[in-house]
């Protein structure tokens, strides 16, 4: 978990995708999307299908920001080749990607197709053959949020002060007093998603601080820095995490205050006896219980 780099994301060689609300099938062309919120999206069209120019499609306006050029972009996808309508790839089975919004990192056509979208947007996304392709990709991309964005909580008193930067980067400010000796879990936003259960992969953006003096020892918070995938609840990650994030929902904001005996331990000399301050979005919850019980 600690002492991440940045991370480059892998060009994506043809789509992304999230599940915003189509309730009614939308049509762009000669092809038709249909699908629930939380589900792949259901293409129909015609085989095969003819595409000779790019097309981008906005098929529901998500209300959140909008995308930035070099900043983290969360998305699902669902691509099909319009050849045959077979399946390219997807990730409404695993869980949703994290990229920097950037030709490099996505190629071109594909960031074309994303920048200055809105977080809660779903993308139709028409794309010609080229290269070694020899059928036009058809492709939805739903966008999701990268930062917490639920209803503010009170903070009981003596705890640390977290203030949000424009983009939801948290600043933490430690108490000049002794640390709690039990793990403190403060919800800061409430989010109105799912619970998370045990054995999901979550993925977060997280800033962790030293109580002793409030140096920054690791975040995903940053140029370059993306939202992190974390199995949870089964020693993964630090037993305060585990303990802590499980049954918080999705959307949430979460600080945890975890003690030496439920951080990294001895294997870790330096913050082996630091009480650890983490301020923690949960952005998506996928796998475990939660898909098998559906």
């Known amino acids: ?15 992304l995708g999230l599940a915003a609300c189509t309730a009614e099938p939308e049509a762009v062309g ?21 595409v000779t120019e790019p097309t981008v499609e906005v098929l529901a306006e998500g209300d959140g920001p909008a995308l930035v050029d070099g900043g983290p972009v969360l998305v699902d996808y669902y691509a099909e080749d319009g050849s045959d309508g077979s399946l390219v ?6 869980e949703p990607k994290p990229y920097l919004l950037s030709a490099e990192a996505l ?4 960031h074309d197709a994303l920048r200055g979208r809105t977080v809660g947007s779903r993308i139709l996304h028409l794309v010609p053959p080229e290269g070694d ?6 492709a939805v991309y739903d966008i999701l949020p990268t930062r917490a964005a639920g209803e503010p909580v009170e903070v009981r008193e003596g705890l640390p002060e977290v203030t949000l930067a424009d983009d939801g980067e948290p600043e933490i400010a430690v108490p000049e007093t ?13 989010g109105n998603g799912p619970q998370v259960q045990a054995g999901q992969v979550i993925i977060v953006q997280y800033k962790g601080v ?12 940053g140029p370059g820095e993306l939202p992190t995938p974390f199995p949870i609840g089964v020693g993964s990650v630090l037993p305060g995490w585990d303990l802590g994030l499980v049954e918080q929902t999705v959307g949430s904001q979460v600080m945890l205050v975890v003690p030496p005996n439920l951080g990294f331990g001895a294997g870790d000399t330096e913050l082996a006896e630091e009480t650890l301050v983490f301020v923690v979005d949960i952005l998506a919850a ?3 219980p939660t898909e098998v019980e559906s």
């Open 107 to 110: 190629g071109v056509a594909i």
């Open 30 to 50: 000669e092809v038709s999307v249909q699908g629930e919120a939380g589900n792949a999206p259901e293409l129909v069209y015609e085989t095969p299908l003819v």
């Open 286 to 288: 996928r796998g475990g």
């Open 89 to 94: 790839g997807e990730t409404y089975s695993s």
């Open 133 to 138: 392709r020899s059928g036009p990709t058809v």
């Open 178 to 190: 002794a640390p709690p000796e039990d793990l403190v879990v403060q919800p800061l936003l409430r």
């Open 210 to 221: 030293m109580w002793s003096d409030g140096t920054v020892f690791d975040s995903s918070w």
């Open 1 to 15: 978990m600690r002492r991440r780099t940045a991370t480059t994301a892998v060009a994506l060689v043809l789509a």
